[in-house]
């Protein structure tokens, strides 16, 4: 590692105190460490060793430092999320003919967006979405990089909000859950839900209200699902499919987060988790499975 007696960009002092200061110095740390002495002018091409390298930080961090290495991280792998997300909803060129890829880059981001939020306070979460939003922008400027347009962002954040109020509401109404590998996530598995009692669990895919509907009619338009079905996962607000083939294929159970039905989520949280409780207990007890298969999808450290 190289004796650091380089000089940092000057640039003004974020706002958000002192985490987010930690954040942009471990950030620069990382780049110069992978770097050298071009670490100013990195471009998005050239990211892959630095969030591998600080990857391996934040496995390695004391509790004091995770939070910022995790935005840090989450910061470093902006460029090519926000590429992925770009190609993605273009569909158009070499980017989306390497869609497999892309994919990885952007559930890599969103596994960042969740572990950060989740190791973040209480009251940290409520101005962290704007916090990282500036820091996001600025860092894809040194890089000359594309960033998400605000919509872009907001859609993400939007759906990984519910995505993060499940988990953690869940966990205070007594379930077991953990969050799931890469792996899982490509097969559409956001987490696992138990309840103890009976050890029954299910798989989950969080879905926004109009993603849901979006996904309910993909499947009655591809004949996956007949008219009752579809009333019936309308009715409930929750539906088991199965992705993935042969020995890959997996039970997932599409999971709508409505706010009429299960409240409001603010700042990651639901105020009240009663009336999640009572649909998860709902969908275990129609779709819930025995079996050492709630470990097969726990969370492990890729690159």
């Known amino acids: 590692m190289q004796h650091r007696s380089h000089h940092r ?3 003004p002092s974020p706002r958000g105190g002192t985490l987010y200061v930690r954040a942009l110095s471990m950030l620069d740390d990382v780049l110069y460490d992978v770097y050298g002495r ?8 050239r990211l892959s060793s630095a969030i591998k390298e600080m990857k391996q930080r934040v496995r390695r961090a004391e509790d004091s430092d995770r939070q910022a290495l995790l935005i840090a991280l989450l910061i470093l792998q902006t460029p090519q ?7 993605m909803d273009r569909r158009h060129g070499g980017a989306y003919r390497h869609r497999h890829k892309r994919l990885f880059e952007l ?13 973040l306070h209480p009251d940290q979460r409520a101005d962290f979405s704007l ?6 922008r600025d860092f894809c400027r ?25 988990y953690l509401g869940a966990r205070a109404e007594g379930f077991e859950v953990h969050m799931t590998s890469r792996v899982a996530d490509g097969l559409g598995v956001d987490m696992q839900v138990r309840w103890p009692d009976s050890g ?17 009619e993909d499947l009655r338009r591809e004949g996956r699902l007949k008219d009752y079905e579809v009333t019936t996962a309308l009715t409930r607000g929750y539906l088991r499919v199965t992705n993935g083939h042969r020995n890959d294929a997996v039970h997932v159970v599409l999971f709508s987060v409505v706010p009429e039905v299960v409240g409001e989520v603010r700042n990651f949280e639901f105020a009240a988790t009663t009336m999640l409780a009572t649909k998860l207990h709902e969908a275990i007890h129609f779709y819930g499975e025995r079996g050492d298969g709630f470990y097969r999808y726990e969370d492990t450290e890729e690159d």
């Open 107 to 119: 559930i890599d981001f969103n596994d960042t967006f969740v572990d950060t939020v989740l190791a």
């Open 131 to 136: 916090h990282i939003y500036d820091m996001m």
């Open 200 to 216: 029954r669990y299910i798989n989950i895919d969080c879905k926004t209200t109009n993603s849901y509907l979006h996904r309910i």
């Open 9 to 11: 960009l000057h640039r």
């Open 81 to 87: 999320a926000a590429r992925a997300q770009d190609a």
């Open 142 to 166: 040194r890089t000359r990089s594309h960033m998400f347009t605000p919509a872009q962002l907001d859609a993400i954040t939007h759906g990984l909000s519910r995505e993060i109020a499940v």
């Open 38 to 45: 071009g670490w100013e002018h990195v471009r998005v091409e």
